[in-house]
Each structure stands twice: as C-alpha cells, then as structure tokens.
C-alpha cells in the first residue's frame, strides 16, 4: 500500500477497533514523522490502553527530532538551568535563535510543539488512570481481554477517598479531561464532590491549578462536610505566618526540551500557540490567587466560607466543622465564633431536635447573635418538658451561661451574677411545672453543687413571685410542690409584731392590684418587690403563702377558685370576700368537681366556709377573715335554697348538731329573698312544678309570720293570674316577673277581665285574688275591682251579674263610710267609684228592671258629688216618668204594674202617699221642693251624656275599667249565676218606693244641693 492509502486507512480507522497490533501495522508502515505525530495529537480517545500505545508511537516517532534540536541549540553547561525551567543569566543561545530557526523549519517547530502536547497528555493520562483506576500499567501495558468484566474502571477496590463505587462511571470521562483546562476539571471534581481525585489533581498538576485553589474550593457544595476535603483546604505555615504550600509530586521531574520555557516561548514567537495546537476547549477566565494569603487573609476566607454554608444552606453543624478545622490548623480569630457556632449547633441539633414543626425560618449566625441572652436561655428550653427540663439545663443553658461568664472575664468586666441573673430570669417566666421541677433540684437539703439555685433567700423570693403573679387557678398540688421546697427559718419572724404584718399584707395587696400604670403585676415585678426584703419578712411572707395556698385550695375544691393574688387583693375588702363567698355557697361552677347531692357534703362545706373565715394560731386571717360567722352561715343558706335542696335546709336548721344556727328574722329574710329569685326567675306562674314551686316551698322553711303569708299569697295570685292564659303580648303569656314588676297590681284583675269572657261571673275567685295581691284587709280595691266586675258584665249585657257586683260594692263602700278607720281620701275615693258604677248601670235602657236601676240612681245620688247632682237627678226623674206613664198605661188597661220587692206592690200603690208620711220618709215640704225642681229635659240629655263622660274621664284614672267589649259578647245574653254570688235576683229585693228613694234623695240633698230647694229644713 502505498503512503496515501496507509494515511487514508489510518484516518478511516474508528477508535473502538484501535489495538496495539492495528497501530503499529498502519502508523509503523508510514514512514512520515510528522504526519504520525499529527495524528496520534489529533485522535482522543476514551480507552486509555490504546491511548498510551499511540502516545507510544507518537513520541518516539518525535524523539529524534527533538534530540537533534537539543543538541543543536544547548550546551552541557546550561543543560540543567534550561531543564530545570529557569533562564540562564547569561545564556549559551537567544530564543530569537531558535525562534528563527522555527520559521525556517516548520515541520521541526510543529513536531516540537506536538511533541510537548503529547507530553502533557501522557501525564494527564496518568492522572487519569491514578485518579479513578489502577488496573491500567503506567506503561500502556493492555491487558489481553477487552471484555467489559476486565475494564479497570469497574474496579476501585483500591481507589482513593469518595471514589465513585465499583460500577459507577467517573464524573468526567478521559477525553474531556484531556481535552479542557486542568481548571476546569478541577472545579467539576469539587462539584461532583469527587475529593479523592481532586487531591490527586492538586499532587501531580499543582503548578497549573493551585493559583486557582480559591474557585476551586468554592465549587464545593455548602452542604458537605469539611472533613470530606480537609486536605485540600487552605492551611497555615505557622513558621512562615503564611498559607502553606504542598509538595508537588510531578510525574516527570524533568522537563523534555520541548517543553522547556525558552523553547515554548520561542514556539510562540514563531507563530505556534500551545492552546490552539491542543484543541483545548475555550473557558471563561478564572480568578487566581497565585501567592500564598497572609494568616488574616486566611481567617477572612474561612469567615467567608462559614458565612456562606449558613446563608446558603443553614447547616450549624457544617458550619461548626468548618470552624473547628479553621482552629486546628491555627488560623487565628476564629475561636469566638467557633464558640457561638457551638451553642447555636446545640440550639439547634439538640435542643431542638424535636421539634414538630419546622420553623418558618431557619436560624441563622445574625439572628443568634442578635438574641439577648434570655432569648437564648429561653430558647434553648422551649421543648424540654418536666421531665427533661433539668437534664436540659444542664447540658445545654449552663454551658451557654460559662461562656458567658468567659466572655466577660476576658472583655475585662467580669460578672459571677451572671448565670444565677438569666436562670432566675427564666424561673420567674416558666410555667409552674417547670418551676416546681427546678425547685426540686434546688432543695436546701441537697450538696451545694448539685443545687441550680444555691441561695435559700433567692429561692423564696423566687417561689413568692412566681407564686402570687401566676394566673393559675387549677395548680394547687403544683404550688404546694413548690412551697414544700423552699427552706425554713426557725424563729425568723417570731418578733415581728401584728403591726408589721399587716403592713406586710397591706404593702403585698396594694402592689399586686392592677393600675393604669401596670394593668398586670406579672413575677419579675413582684420579684422587685421582695427582692429588699429582709430575712424575717421573707419568712413571714412564707407563713402568709402557706394560709393563702390552704384557703385557695378550699376555694378550688368548691368551684369557686381564685389566682392566690386575689388572696393579698381580698385582705381589706370586705365586698370582695362576700362575693367569693356568696359564689362557693352557690354553686356557680357546680360540676366542675363534684356536685353535693347529701347532707353530709352540705355540711362539709359549711364547715370549709367557716375554716375561711377564722384566724389561724399566727394570727393571719384566712380568706374570708372580714366576715363574721354570721354573715358566713347566712351566705351559706342562702346557696343552700338557690340549689333547691329545701329538704337539707330544713335539716340543718333544726338539727341541734349542726353548725347552722340562724336567728329566725334572718332566717326569714334569707329565705324570702331566694324565694324571689325562685320566682324571678321563673318560665311559668304556676306554683305546682318548676322554679315556682321552689319559690313557693321555700316559705314554708321559716315561722309563719304576716310577710311570709303576703308572699305566699301573692305567688298564688300569681299561679291564679296564669291559669286565666293572660297575655304580655299576641301569642305570649304574661311572665311572672312582669306580675311582680307591674306598680298597679288591679290592672292585672283588669287585664283578666278583658281578656277572659266568663271571668267576671266569679266574683268570689276575682276578690280572693285582689286580696292575694297584696289588697286583704283594703276596701277601696275591693271597690275598684267590682266597679270593673260591673263595666265587664254590662259591657257583655249581663245585667244580673252587673246589678249583683254593683250592689256588693254599696255595700262596701257603706261599711267603709261607717268606719272610723278609713282616711278621708280612700272614703272619697271610694265614693267616686261607686257612684260612677251605679249611675253608669242605672241610666242603662237596656236594663228593664226599673225598680234595680231607680236603686242605682238613688245610690249615685248618694255618693257622688254636689257638682254632678242635677245630671243624676235628671235621669232618676225620667226613669221615674216612664214608671209613671207605664204605670197610667197599665191601669186604663185594667192591670197593675208592681216590682219586685218586698211588699209586692206597685211603685205608686195606695199607700204611698201614707209611706211617704211616715217616720223615715221624705219630709213634707223637702219632697214638695225635690218635686217641684224643673230641668228642661233637652238640655240635661246633652248635660247628662256630658257629665258621663266628664266623670268617667276623671275615675278612669284611678281604677282601670274595661271601656269596650267585643262585638261578639253584646250579642250574649249572659244570665247571672245566682250559685255564686251571696246576692241575685232570686234574693229578693226591697221594692223601690218613693220613701226609700225620698231618704236617698234627702241624705245627697243635705250634702250639697240644699241651696236649690232652700236652707230652712
């Protein structure tokens, strides 16, 4: 074959099917040096086995060239200066000389250039192969097989740290790493986080890429651990006060001539550039740092580094490495933040490890050493739990607190207060199960050394604040945990006097009560105010802690617990140990703890009530020490009644061995009052089930006595009031607080007769209840009452049942004008009801009893005022000319008319004129002049109707009549129901005959019309 056919095979050659024999029959039959050389530089492959064979081939093919040259332009005596890389101050040749010589001779400069190209690709292959396999022989000694089982890169059995494991491909492949910078590769390594190569890298390159270790170093993901490529990271020569260098392992330690300085320079000068002949790919320029950094400059750089971790990724712990690798290797200024990085990876890793929730921003080195110093305690034990609160405290807070007693001590302003402040701080904002645990560990009886709060005064003023400032009402074993650890002084306060301590209680009540300046005392405050306490006050205040947590737990035991500051606010308020009281006593939490269903619990709380209210042997009241027994066993009663347990107060109260021994009178009053709420608070008026019934039952519990009796009357009236369904409004009955709540009491009885069609035909039902409420023994509602009786049974045309009220109420108000007893404005008004009501049915035409209704006109003419005498005399008179006229009427016709009365004989019988003359009748000339008054009879029509109205508008004032019914009831024709009533028709009435009208007539005339008929009789 000829020259071209070889070349043209050699270029159709793929690279799978390069093998040692394959090289060397086609480049070893092509007799051009640089044509082999060219293309062994231009063929990259993957498989380092060929590789080396061409490389081989290729370098040998260039020896020759080479050696020539070298002979050519060196001198023995400057062999080693040139080899060595350095320049000869005086130089045997000129670069220009060999410059010129490569123009000249351009296939020796090209084969020289290649050559040196070839060089480096073998020591990178080399890299290569130490890098990630060493199955490969330095030599380009194949194996035989090229089956896949015999690759050396499945096998890293024996490959450095972080190697990628048997079966992983490397992270670059063998062409790229030839093909680009060192650099670049380098970074991809850090990247990959392939640190067993990179430190290779660093070994057999490191002239090429240390002065890129910084951007090396920062391709490092944030998240690995330093450890992973501590021997890569920069370090400080101690001696030298500078970065260190390590000694570089170069695969050749001396250069071919090729690629001596002179020579590649002068191959640059010529035209020939290195990185053009290479093919290496084309990168963006990278920062160097080709000196070593001072030691501030290596402790910026690891700052920086830390810094970036956090802020990148929020690993302390990575982090912390960083730092303490920084420190061993005595990079200086890093041991403060080594410190806080320390406590923060405590913070972190330990202290909150188990956090549920993960924060909605992670911490960060900034917000760690923006925290004050409680913050940090405090957050520190945010979830330690009782359990582990103390074992937490002592791993992570006194830690932290003896580096910040360091730190003070070397910024030269020492403070020993300092932990015992910051725990003291978090006692007195932690909650009581927390305190009571640390309390526990700080028992007197416990070495010094293992106490966390070692002072006993510190200790008490501690637990007094944290006690009286916390808001607690259902930790009282917890408090009482508390107080059981705290120290005792014998005989501490034995001489204060009663004087201070009530100053002591006074000053303690007034500081924790909360002002505009202070809306809530909170502990740190109080912990102010016992801080200058001396011992004796202390121990004092002890003893009052110990009276207030016995009182708190009574209270809490009966539903009625307080904040112990309630206790030092209460000292000097009567009211307020009134209102606790009255609420143990009722019950108003009842079900919270247990309920009192027996007697035995009714007197174990009195007998708690009674303990609060007594003084203990040290002279320190309890919690109701301002209320007298008295006063407690009436508070007691009346929670006992507002339960409705009225079995158990009657008990108790005649029991000669229980402690509730009660006056009588208070005993009423007590019982009257929770009878009112009963019936206050009553749905429904009805006195046989529900509140009322307890309103009811309740009067029965104290001696019979008027005011009860009143009581129990009105709650009957009350339960008669609502079987009669009256209504407040449409659809809604009449409750019984408004019963109770309404001023006039009569206009009940109205609103019962309006609303009830039949009502007023039970006279005597009507009566018992005016009398019920609140009314026996009064005239004048009785009165009033019938008068509305009457209006209700006329308006309905019941005129029986109207005649039968109206003549109950003359009798009344007869009885009442004979009592000496009455007033003279109860008489009057009395009076004015009456002969409204009378004249008001008497001038009814419907009525056709005439004889009844001229009875009526003469009681009206009895009673009523001067004033209105002619507008009832004008009605009488034409009642008495119809009769009349009836009368002649009925005898042209043969028949008598007669009414009904005792006599059985007519209004005008024969005897009339000789009745008229007898003793009791009208005198002679009185009843000529009675006879003789003229009234036109047209005007006292529109006078009387006037006069009606006039006076009905005054008397509607003070009684409430039913002006209208409805349309439906004056289509009724209700007949009376004589079974009810004491009086009615089939009583038998006197007959209205002119005597008796006469001395009706005669008793008005004398009160008041005497000047119409002359003042001589």
């Known amino acids: ?80 200066i040139i080899a060595s890389g350095g320049h000869d101050p005086s130089p045997v040749y000129a670069d220009d000389d060999i410059a010129s010589y490569f123009r000249e001779n351009p296939s020796h400069a090209r084969i020289c250039l290649l050559r040196s190209v070839l060089l480096d690709r073998k020591d990178r292959v080399d890299t290569f192969v130490e890098m990630f396999g060493k199955n490969v022989a330095a030599h380009g000694e194949s194996e035989t097989s090229a089956d896949s089982d015999d690759d050396p890169w499945l096998d890293t059995e024996d490959a450095a740290i972080n190697q990628p494991s048997s079966g992983t491909a490397p992270p670059l492949s063998l062409s790229t790493f030839l093909s680009q910078r060192l650099v670049d590769s380098a970074c991809l390594l850090a990247a990959k986080e392939s640190f067993g190569p990179l430190q290779v ?59 001596f ?49 956090l802020d990148s990724t929020g690993m302390v712990d990575v982090a912390l490495s960083m730092s303490q690798h920084a420190t061993s290797q005595g990079i200086p200024g890093l041991d403060e933040l080594g ?42 034990l945010a979830l330690s739990t009782p359990e582990t609160l103390v074992a937490d405290i002592r791993k992570f807070v006194l830690p932290y607190l003896f580096v910040l007693e360091s730190r003070a001590e070397r910024a030269g302003a020492p403070n020993p207060n300092i932990s015992s402040q910051l725990l003291h701080d978090f006692v007195l904002g932690a909650p009581l199960e927390m305190v009571a645990r640390i309390f526990e560990e700080s028992k007197p009886t416990l070495p010094p050394g293992q106490r966390l709060i070692a002072d006993n005064e510190d200790m008490a003023r501690l637990a007094l604040a944290c006690l009286y400032g916390s808001d607690s009402i259902d930790e009282w074993h917890i408090m009482s945990q508390i107080f059981e650890c705290l120290p005792a002084w014998d005989g501490a306060s034995g001489n204060e006097d009663s004087d201070a301590v009530e100053m002591t209680l006074t000053s303690l009540g007034m500081y924790v009560t909360p002002t505009t300046a202070r809306p809530k005392c909170t502990p740190s405050d109080l912990f102010l105010f016992f801080r200058p306490l001396p011992l004796s006050s202390l121990s004092r205040a002890l003893d009052i802690l110990d009276t207030h947590l016995e009182s708190a737990e009574i209270l809490s035991r009966w539903d009625a617990p307080a904040p112990l500051r309630w206790l030092l606010q209460s000292g000097n308020d009567n009211s307020s140990q009134r209102a606790r009281a009255v609420r143990m006593a009722r019950r108003i939490g009842i079900g919270t703890n247990r309920a009192l269903h027996s007697q035995d619990d009714w007197e174990w709380l009195l007998e708690d009530m009674l303990r609060l209210c007594r003084t203990n042997d040290n002279g320190l009241r309890s919690a109701f020490g301002l ?59 009805n006195y046989k089930f529900g509140d009322m019934k307890l309103a009811y039952d309740c009067l029965s519990i104290p001696s019979r006595s008027e005011t009860v009796i009143r009581e ?63 009314f026996r023994g009064h005239a004048v509602p009785r009165v009033k009452t019938l008068a509305m009786m009457a209006d209700t049974a006329l308006q309905a045309e019941d005129f029986a049942q109207a005649f039968a009220a109206a003549n109950t109420m003359i009798d009344t108000v007869s009885q009442l004008c004979s009592s000496p007893d009455i007033s003279q404005e109860e008489s009057n008004d009395a009076k004015e009801v009456c002969w409204v009501s009378c004249f008001q049915l008497g001038r009814q ?23 209105r005498l002619p507008e009832i005399l004008a009605a009488w008179r034409r009642l008495e000319k119809e009769e009349i006229t009836r009368y002649l009427e009925g005898k042209g016709k043969g028949k008598g008319v007669t009414l009904p009365g005792r006599s059985g004989q007519g209004l005008f019988s024969s005897t009339t004129a000789t009745r008229m003359r007898q003793p009791g009748a009208l005198a002679p000339s009185l009843a000529s002049r009675l006879q003789n008054i003229h009234l036109p009879t047209s005007p006292l029509v529109m006078a009387d109707s006037a006069a009606i109205a006039d006076t009905f508008s005054r008397v509607a004032s003070k009684f409430p009549f039913s002006k209208t019914r409805p349309q439906a009831n004056r289509a009724q024709s209700p007949q009376g129901d004589g079974q009810r009533h004491a009086r009615g028709e089939d009583a038998g009435w006197p007959s209205l005959d002119r005597e008796e009208v006469s001395a009706q007539a005669s008793r008005a005339l004398q009160r008041g019309i005497g000047w119409l008929i002359g003042a001589d009789e």
């Open 712 to 774: 129990q009357e009105f709650i009957e009236a009350t339960s008669r009031i609502t079987s009669f369904n009256v209504e407040s409004r449409p659809g809604v009955p009449l409750s019984p607080i408004e019963i109770r709540l309404t001023k006039d009491r009569l206009s009940l009885v109205s609103r019962i007769l309006s609303s009830n069609s039949d009502a007023y035909k039970f006279q005597e039902v009507i009566l018992e209840l005016v009398d019920k409420l609140g």
């Open 627 to 685: 209320l007298s027994r008295t006063e407690i066993l009436s508070i007691f009663l009346s929670g006992l009644l507002s339960t409705g347990q009225l079995n158990v107060a009657k008990s108790l109260l005649r029991s000669k061995k229980s402690a509730l021994s009660i006056d009588d009178q208070v005993v009423e009053e007590i019982c009257l009052i929770s009878s009112r709420e009963f019936y206050d608070n009553a749905s429904s008026g």
């Open 845 to 867: 035409t419907e009525f056709p009893d005439a004889p009844k209704r001229l009875r009526l006109l003469g009681h009206a003419l009895e009673f009523c005022p001067a004033d």
């Open 201 to 259: 890298l660093f070994k057999r390159h490191g002239p090429s890429i240390w002065p890129c270790r910084l951007t090396i170093l920062a391709c490092v993901p944030a998240h690995v651990s330093p450890s992973y490529y501590q021997e890569i990271l920069p370090k400080l020569a101690l001696s030298q006060d500078e970065e260190h260098q390590s000694p570089i392992e170069a695969w050749r330690p001396v250069l071919d001539w090729s690629e």
């Open 1 to 80: 074959m000829t020259s071209n056919d070889l070349c043209q095979k050699w270029l159709d050659l793929p690279n799978d099917e390069l093998d040692t024999s394959t090289i060397n029959d086609v480049l070893g039959a092509i007799t051009d040096d640089l044509w082999v050389v060219a293309a062994v530089a231009d063929r990259i492959i993957n498989n380092p086995r060929p590789l080396y064979d061409l490389l081989a081939v290729a370098l040998e093919r260039s020896e020759n060239t080479v050696e020539r040259l070298r002979n050519s332009f060196a001198s023995q005596d400057s062999e080693e």
């Open 261 to 309: 300085p002179i020579v590649q320079a002068a191959l640059g000068t010529s035209g020939y550039h290195v990185t053009v002949s290479q093919g290496q790919l084309s990168t963006p320029s990278i920062d160097e740092t080709p000196l070593p950094m001072s030691s501030q400059e290596l402790a910026s750089w690891y700052r920086q580094r830390i810094q970036n971790i």
């Open 339 to 380: 410190e806080e990085l320390s406590l923060l990876s405590r913070l972190v890793y330990d202290a909150q490890a188990a956090a549920e929730d993960v924060p909605e921003e992670d911490w960060t080195l900034e917000q760690w050493k923006n925290m004050d110093s409680l913050a940090v305690v405090r957050a520190m």
